[in-house]
Nanobody, 123 residues
Framework: VQLQAFGGGSVQAGGSLSLSCAAS????????MGWFRQAPGTEREFVAA????????YYTDSVKGRFGISRDNAKNMMYLQMNRLKPEDTAVYYC?????????????????WGQGTLVTVSS
């Protein structure tokens, strides 16, 4: 599967952005999907993940209640709605896909990655 993330940009603290991830290739619904981010000088970290059907989601604690992950298997798309953004959310955001049997939050267990989209939150 090939992935392309887009929708990043610059926003003031407290604002919102919506990221999208377009998938092509093998059947999108076969994959567990996730969003990760990487700030300058840091390791890539898990943000959110969603099951193949979209019925189950999982978030890192720092974004719970502010971010929402969703997917549309008919359109081969995944989304990340980001609300109440904080300066510490500034990072390059990546979408990722994995085959398997459950949601995971471990970077190394994702098989396919998009190119990343930059989100900048100013205070």
């Amino acid at each position: 599967v090939q992935l392309q993330a887009f929708g990043g940009g610059s926003v003031q603290a407290g604002g919102s952005l919506s990221l999208s991830c377009a998938a092509s290739g093998r059947t999108f619904s076969m994959y567990f999907m996730g969003w990760f981010r990487q700030a300058p000088g840091t390791e890539r970290e898990f943000v959110a993940a969603i099951s193949r059907s979209g019925s189950n989601t999982y978030y890192t604690d720092s974004v719970k209640g502010r971010f929402g992950i969703s997917r549309d298997n008919a359109k081969n798309m995944m989304y990340l709605q980001m609300n109440r953004l904080k300066p510490e959310d500034t990072a390059v955001y990546y979408c990722a896909a994995r085959l398997g049997v459950r949601i995971v939050n471990i970077t190394s267990q994702y098989d396919y990655w998009g190119q990343g989209t930059l989100v900048t939150v100013s205070s």
